[in-house]
């Protein structure tokens, strides 16, 4: 199955980051069913303007992709397509750094069941890998199970300012 | 950018040129398909050119083991040719690197099948 993720997604998360569009959540529903593809649209709502996160000396695009990632996983693995269910992505910047938050309405998973990908045994496996390059990536990786659903933190460190401050900011 | 993929044949080895990511239910079936359908037409040499592959996620390289090992339990054989920095980095990091037959130079990547 196709799935794709709308130029108009990626533009919105890079303005999150970039321009500072936080606060409260941003909901990604599931929009629409494409020739047994699916395609899902931007955020629901974009709430009020913040100051930029200031994470220009970090590598956006990585985040961005890991944040794309994640969000198919979500949709893909977490609510398993179901078109009511919806991701839901927060931004939010801490003084340490840029925290990101993707939750799905799935039934969780079972992090016992992942098997290390470095291993000898593993290395021809064709999957496995999604959560130890997005460890590689990010700087800190927080995965919450439950039955209602999976939350995922991404954190990025980022040095220097933090929200409201003028060096942060430009 | 999606994936692209096109085909050409040199001295009998198919080269694949790669363009685009290579990420989950995107370019990675386009590339499974490629791959499939290659081998059952008997193209059992192929080189896969990711010099225009901008971006791999963690399914786009399991989709390259699978290219990889469906190849070769098919008795053929897959090569890497021109690695940008970002897949480079990625192999290294998950230990791939020293599995695929990676080439910098076309000619040389032609040249080495058997």
């Known amino acids: 199955m196709h799935f794709r993720i709308g130029l108009n997604l990626h533009v919105r998360i890079r303005a999150s980051i970039e321009q500072g569009l936080d606060e409260a959540e941003h909901a990604i529903r599931v929009w629409s069913w494409n020739g047994g593809g699916l395609l899902i649209a931007g955020f629901h709502r974009q709430v009020e303007r913040r100051p930029a996160f200031g994470v220009r000396e970090i590598d956006i695009r990585s985040v961005i992709h890991q944040i794309e990632r994640q969000i198919v996983v979500a949709v893909l693995h977490g609510n398993q397509y179901a078109p009511d269910k919806k991701v839901i992505l927060a931004f939010e910047r801490t003084p340490d750094g840029l925290v990101i938050t993707i939750r799905d309405q799935g039934k969780g998973i079972d992090l016992s069941g992942i098997p290390n990908p470095l291993a000898p045994e593993n290395l021809l496996k064709t999957s496995g890998r999604g959560i130890f390059l997005m460890r590689s990536f990010m700087d800190e990786v927080e995965i919450r199970p439950s039955k209602t659903g999976t939350e995922v933190k991404l954190i990025k460190h980022v040095h220097g300012s933090s929200v409201g401050n003028k060096e942060g900011s430009q | ?114």
Not at chain 2, 77 to 92: A, F, G, I
């Open chain 2, 1 to 114: 950018m999606s994936m692209k993929l096109s085909t050409r044949q040199v001295d009998g080895v198919t080269i694949v040129d790669c363009s685009g990511r290579i990420t989950l239910g995107e370019g990675s079936i386009t590339l499974r398909d490629t791959v499939r359908d290659l081998l059952s037409k008997g193209n059992k040499k192929i080189i896969l050119n990711l010099a225009e592959v901008n971006y791999i996620d963690s399914s786009g390289i399991g989709e390259l083991v699978s290219a990889f090992t469906t190849t070769k339990n098919q008795g053929g054989e897959l090569k890497l040719l021109h690695l940008t920095k970002k897949v480079h980095d990625l192999l290294q990091i998950t230990k791939l690197y020293t599995v695929f037959d990676v080439k910098e130079d076309e000619t040389a990547a032609v040249k080495a099948f058997k």
